[in-house]
Every structure is written in structure tokens, then in C-alpha cells.
């Protein structure tokens, strides 16, 4: 049987309400790295997913263990894929879940990338870690409406070449001409012959007009913060600065307060939120 | 840079970017005491523990610098490419090198004779303060980035 999914003030609804996760069956999974898997998920009543913004997330639960607010990662047809590093005991069951195995799915939720306000405009992305993942649906879109935004600068850092997650298909970016993708890590051996330091080393290389340039960032929080302020270096607005923030989500429709940053409630008002409303609280200890 | 013409070493450090804007009279001290040399990938271009003896500005390529200890593989943690200086060992006694640098992409540079840029900067104090003025922030910048490696690294 085949149906839609109701929503309720806006906010996605299963037929159980608003908090019961939909059965969805892992239909693949790769493993990037030691410990970060991409998931394609399919509903197991094959209803139609819900369509999605790049960058919302999901409310992935693994059943009997827990639930953990994750970034929807792609959105091929009539499914979901989602990107997983495993550090808690929720995000390892997510991790570790075979092909065939079932998760239970609440979302989309969050507001996404403000993909209009790049429009006609240079677009800076820089990624920190697991923050590629909520950034390559963007530049999906980025790529599959080219013609509409001026240069697409792209840079990706993170701890080790080991560590890099979408390894081919960032080959594939690199290999494009009407992009450019950085490439940094951390630290590396003598097998890697990219660069190395941290991603604001790689901006000052990045080719972009400041003032005409939109910049999503998504990372560690001490890498946005640090990004944020390389990028205001360079001239570009704070306005036009965008971060996708991580909190410790619960409820995801801003009931619960537990993804409480400042006045903002990361969930409902984020996770994407402009730099210069939220710069005031990353200064501040321990929010 | 034996070959070239004084005016042509004098252009080339002017277009590098270190070097840009710098006071005239030191660009072409600097340029006196140049030499270009070329690398292949794997080549050394410094020895930790050795005589620091050159300034070295990065023109082409990509060089990795390397800390190294003995109970794990070498590590390379940061690389330098074009428009970028190799270290600052040279300027602080006992002038030796503190890592590895090791070209990673076919690399050429410019290396200046180390002692006549000491020299140099202490026998003009406003060109070795606009100098300094132009190394610090490669200082900074390295430091910034071991800052930041340090904290997601999350090891406090």
C-alpha cells in the first residue's frame, strides 16, 4: 500500500503521530571509513519518503536502544540516505546495521540550507569532518542548477586521509571543471600527497568575490567558529555566512528544549542558522 | 637564479608573495643572496637537527613538513605550497631545523642565503621590523592551526 505522509502545523507526521518513527529498511550501507557507514533507506511499507531540504535531518532510532538526530546525507528517488559515525551507543547500532535490517525514521526536520539567497552569487562550502555529509545534497543542488550561482569553491578537511568519507565521488568532484574542491587533512604519512593543516589554511586559496559570496559551513563547532572568522577575514558578510549547528536533539519540534542554543532552538530554528545571529553565543562558555 | 639577470632575480622575489611590498633595499639584498633550486618528489628540502642556512620561499609545488618520532611512522603536519615560507629555524638561534620538509609535487623555490638576511635585518632595523611584521602571522597561522587541531581532537 502506497501513501502520503501527513503533517501537522507544518511538522512531518507518521500515522502514529508526530513522535512514532516509520519503519524504514536499510536497502544498502557503505562503509566510508572505520567507523562511519552511509545508509539508503527505503520505507518498509513502501510509502512515499517524505521529500526533503538539504540540510535537514532525521530522527533515526535504532529499536530498543535509542534515537539520534541525523543529517540526511542524499535523497535519491524514493529513498533516504543518511551517514553515520558511530560514537554512542545509538549511532553504533545506526553504524552497524546490515542491509535488510529495520530503523525507524521521524523527519525531515530543521530548516535547511538557504539555497535562494546563492543564487547569482559565488558559493564558498566548508566542511569539517562529518560535515560533508549534510553539505553534499546542497551541492547537489549546487551542481544540478549550475548555471543559476557564479564559482562553487568547495573545501573539505578532516583528521586523516582515513578518515575522508565519499572518497570516489569526491574524485569525480575534483575531476569537474566547473567547481573546485579542496581536499585537507589534519595529519598524514608519506602515502598522502594532498595537503595538510587544518581547512582555514586552505581558504586564502579558495576563489571567490567576499562580497558576493554566500558560505555554508558545517563542521566541529571550534572549526565553524574558526571558519566564520577566516571567512569575515576574507570580506564576506556575516549575513552571508551560514553554519549548521549540532545539538543534543530530542524531541526535534522544539517542545523539549534540550538542542537549546541562546534564544534559538536548534531543531526548530536551525540547524542551519546565519552567523550573524548566533555569533554572539559561540563566544560563550559551555551553551 | 645564477643565470638570471639581477633585475630578473629582484623581479622574481618581488612577485613571490612573501616578498611583496616589501622594502626595496631588502628585496634586492635578499635577491643577491638567492639561488633557485628545483626538487623531485621525495627530495629533502630540510633535516630536522641540521644547519638552518636558508630562508626558503615556496614558488612552485608542494612541500610537506614532517615531525617524526621514533616509536611511530613519520607524520606530516602541515604542507606549504606556492607564495608560502618554509619555517622560521633560520632567524632564531641556534639556527637549526626543528622538522623534516620533503617535496610532495615537483617543487622549486628560492632560497636565500640565510646570514646575509640575518645581516641584513640587523643592520636595518625598519626593513627587519617590516619583515618580522610579514613572518609573524606565518607564526600565527601555524600556531592557529595546531590550536585547532588540538581542541577536535578533543584530547582536553
Known sequence: ?287 | MSTESPTARIARLEAHEFFRGLPAGLVRAAAGAAALRSYRVGEFLLREGRDAEEFIAVEQGKVALEVFAADRARLTVQTVGPGEVLGWSWLLSPHRWTLDAIASKPTQVVAVNAAVLRERLAAHPEEGYAFLLRLLPVLAGRLHGLRVQLLEADVL
Open chain 1, 1 to 287: 500500500m502506497s501513501s502520503e505522509r501527513a503533517t501537522s502545523g507544518g511538522l512531518p507526521v507518521g500515522p502514529a503521530g508526530p513522535y512514532a518513527p516509520v519503519p524504514y529498511r536499510v536497502r544498502s550501507r557503505t562503509e566510508e571509513t572505520a567507523d562511519i557507514a552511509t545508509l539508503v533507506l527505503a520505507p518498509v511499507d513502501g510509502a512515499v519518503t517524505p521529500s526533503s531540504a538539504p540540510g535537514q535531518f532525521n530522527m533515526l532510532y535504532a529499536f530498543g536502544i535509542g534515537e539520534a538526530a541525523i543529517s540526511i546525507s542524499g535523497a535519491p528517488d524514493g529513498a533516504l540516505v543518511h551517514t553515520v559515525q558511530a560514537l554512542g551507543a545509538t549511532s553504533r547500532a545506526l553504524f552497524a546495521a546490515p542491509p535488510g535490517s529495520c530503523v525507524g525514521v521521524r523527519g525531515p526536520y530543521g530548516n535547511g540550507w538557504p539555497l535562494e539567497r546563492a543564487v547569482g552569487r559565488d558559493v564558498v562550502l566548508a566542511a569539517g569532518g562529518l560535515g560533508l555529509p549534510p553539505l553534499r545534497p546542497l551541492l547537489y543542488r549546487l551542481l544540478a542548477e549550475r548555471e543559476r550561482f557564479g564559482r562553487i569553491e568547495v573545501v573539505y578537511g578532516a583528521r586523516t586521509p582515513k578518515s575522508l568519507v565519499f572518497y570516489e565521488e569526491i574524485q569525480r568532484w575534483r575531476a569537474r571543471s566547473d567547481l573546485r574542491f579542496q581536499v585537507t587533512v589534519d595529519a598524514a604519512g608519506r602515502d598522502w600527497y594532498g595537503d595538510v593543516g587544518v581547512v582555514t589554511t586552505r581558504l586564502p586559496d579558495a576563489r571567490f568575490d567576499p562580497a558576493n559570496t554566500v558560505a555554508f559551513v558545517c563542521g566541529p563547532e571550534v572549526m565553524m567558529r574558526f571558519t566564520a572568522k577566516a571567512l569575515l577575514e576574507r570580506g564576506v558578510p556575516a549575513e552571508a555566512i551560514f553554519l549548521s549547528m549540532e545539538r543534543n536533539m530530542k524531541c526535534a519540534v522544539g517542545f523539549c528544549g534540550h538542542c537549546q542554543f541562546g534564544p534559538e532552538f536548534v531543531c526548530r530554528d536551525g540547524p542551519v542558522l546565519p552567523y550573524a545571529r548566533i555569533a554572539p553565543y559561540l563566544g560563550v562558555r559551555e551553551l
